[in-house]
Structures are given as C-alpha cells and as structure tokens.
C-alpha cells in the first residue's frame, strides 16, 4: 500500500514568489492533515479536511496560505507571496476512522 | 495554553546502552499520547501509542514508552541503543473527543545520538 506522498521534498524559492505544495494521502482515507516545523520548534497544526471539506482550519498563519482538496482527493498547500518567515517542513498527514495517522516525508520549502 | 514538553534538545547515548527520551505534557482531561520518529530525509514515523490500559506501551524497533499520569509523562526508552536509532523523535499528545480530528499538539523534538 502506498504511504502519504509529498510534492516537491524542497523547494527554495524567492520572497515575494508563490509555491505549491502537494500531497496525496493514503487512498481511502477521508481525514487529511496539514502541518508545519519551522526551523528548531515545534511541530504545528495548520488546518484538516474531511474529504473535500475543510473541517478546522485554526492553524493557518494568515490569508497568504491557501489550502484546497478538490474531489476529496490529493490537497494543495498555496502560499501567496511567500515571505522569510514561512520557511520551514511542511508535513501531510492522512487517516482513516482510527487513531492513527500516517505522515508523508515532509516538503521543505526555503524562502530567501 | 496546553503544551507538550521535551526537555532536551539532544540527548547522546553509546552503543548498547539504555536511552530514555523525556516527554511531559500540560493538557486537560486524558490525551492520547505518541511518539513519532523522523530518519535523515525521511517522512514522520509512527512509533508508538498509548490509548489506555497498560501504562508501558511497546513500540516499534523495540521501543517502548511509560505512561505516568500523576507525573504527566510519557517517556520514550529502549533498553539496549543502537547506531541506527539516531534521528529526532517527537512526542505529541491528541485531545480525546475530537473523534476524528487530528490536531496534534507537538512537542519541539529531540534529536538522539548513538555513538559507535
């Protein structure tokens, strides 16, 4: 069974541009998770959805992300432009009705 | 604020030796309670889970973790470390109730050494 995939591992890209991330969850799995480290801290909560429906999305750091899951499907992380202090791992996480989620390895996107 | 404490940044143990990784949280009610491994350029690992029963929990990779309540603990051992156990491990607790919403609350990672 294939895992939680992440696109791209890294980027870097320049303040001021937009970037995309990807992620495609475990097939099956209605629960998708986007989460965040920045450099040394910890790992932070940006927002779930439920198939297609963002079901809390408390984490988000401002309007300049935006997250999509268009058919319930894979999701989108949009950032919007892009600013220093939004470098970090962005981490994926799906799940099904248990307990358990299982995460993807991470994009590690670098603003300069 | 409801937070999960890991007291060190590292922790360095030699080859063969027992390792214990600390982890204390501050949130209400009962959490779930877990560890998560990440390897050099590799993705979140689930270890292992504590939902309730048996306060020691086996993991993965012959970890295993004890669950403390009254010292709201849950730290992460292994009785004989090896080389490759080197990587940064997290602990992180769910809050009961929010059937499927899995807002973690992270503690900062611990980075483990092994040294040959």
């Known amino acids: 069974e294939a895992g939680v995939t992440q696109f791209p591992s890294h980027s870097v890209i320049e303040k001021g541009q937009t970037v995309t991330l990807r992620c495609d969850p475990i097939?099956?799995?209605?629960?998708l998770y986007w989460y965040r480290r920045v450099m040394g801290k910890e790992i932070k909560f940006l927002l779930h959805?439920?198939?297609?429906?963002?079901?809390?999305e408390s984490g988000m750091p401002n309007n300049r992300f935006l997250a999509e899951r268009t058919g319930g499907t894979y999701s989108t992380l949009k950032v919007q432009p892009a600013e220093l202090e939004d470098s970090g791992v962005y981490f994926c996480?799906?799940?099904?009705?248990?307990?358990?989620?299982?995460f993807g390895q991470g994009t590690r996107l670098t603003v300069v | 604020a409801q937070s999960v404490a890991q007291p060190e940044d590292q922790v360095n143990v030699a080859e063969g030796n027992p390792l214990t990784v600390k982890c204390t949280y501050s949130v209400s009610g009962n959490p779930y309670l877990f560890w998560y491994v990440q390897y050099p350029n590799r993705g979140l690992q689930f270890l292992l889970k504590?939902?309730?029963?048996d306060n020691l929990v086996k993991g993965s990779y012959g970890f295993e973790a004890e669950f403390n309540k009254s010292q709201t603990s849950f730290h992460l051992k292994k009785p004989s470390a090896l080389v490759s156990d080197s990587a940064l491990y997290f602990c992180?607790?769910?809050?009961?109730?929010?059937?499927?919403?899995?807002?973690?609350?992270w503690g900062a990672g611990t980075k483990l050494i092994i040294k040959p």
């Open positions: 097939s099956g799995h209605d629960n």
């Open positions: 504590y939902i309730t029963g």
């Open positions: 992180a607790v769910r809050l009961r109730g929010m059937d499927s919403n899995y807002q973690l609350i």
């Open positions: 959805f439920v198939k297609e429906s963002k079901q809390d």
């Open positions: 996480a799906s799940s099904s009705q248990g307990v358990e989620a299982f």
